[in-house]
């Protein structure tokens, strides 16, 4: 069971980046994926979040109307879309699966990827 994280870059403010969180061994549709960003001297927080099968999304509040969450069961994977970034993204992002509820704390999620750098600057 594995996810990799990619994507990550450096960007201007107002820029825009997809993460994609690319899965093996299990099967994204059967789980809730989470997307955490972690900042230097922060606390890791929950970004987004997607539940299995249904795929209802939630957003951490900063991000709504900015961030999309997405996922392709074709390619195994779940896409964070993220646009109109702001300096304070700037955090090393992770996904992550639960076999549970799609909650934006880290409850039940394991599996986590390598995590992803994002840099929003001028």
């Known amino acids: 069971v594995q996810l990799v994280e990619s994507g990550g870059g450096l960007v201007q403010p107002g820029g825009s980046l997809r993460l994609s969180c690319a899965a093996s061994g299990f099967t994204v549709n059967d789980y809730a994926i989470g997307w955490f960003r972690q900042a230097p001297g922060k606390e890791r927080e929950g970004v987004s979040c997607?539940?299995?099968?249904?795929?209802?999304?939630y957003y951490l509040d900063s991000v709504k109307g900015r961030f999309t969450i997405s996922r392709d069961n074709a390619k195994n994977t779940v896409y964070l879309q993220m646009n109109s970034l702001e300096p304070e993204d700037t955090a090393i992002y992770y996904c992550?699966?639960?076999?549970?509820?799609?909650?934006?704390?880290?409850?039940?999620?394991?599996?986590w990827g390598q995590g992803t750098q994002v840099t929003v600057s001028s």
């Open positions: 997607i539940s299995s099968r249904n795929a209802n999304t």
């Open positions: 992550a699966a639960s076999d549970g509820l799609a909650l934006l704390i880290d409850v039940g999620y394991h599996s």
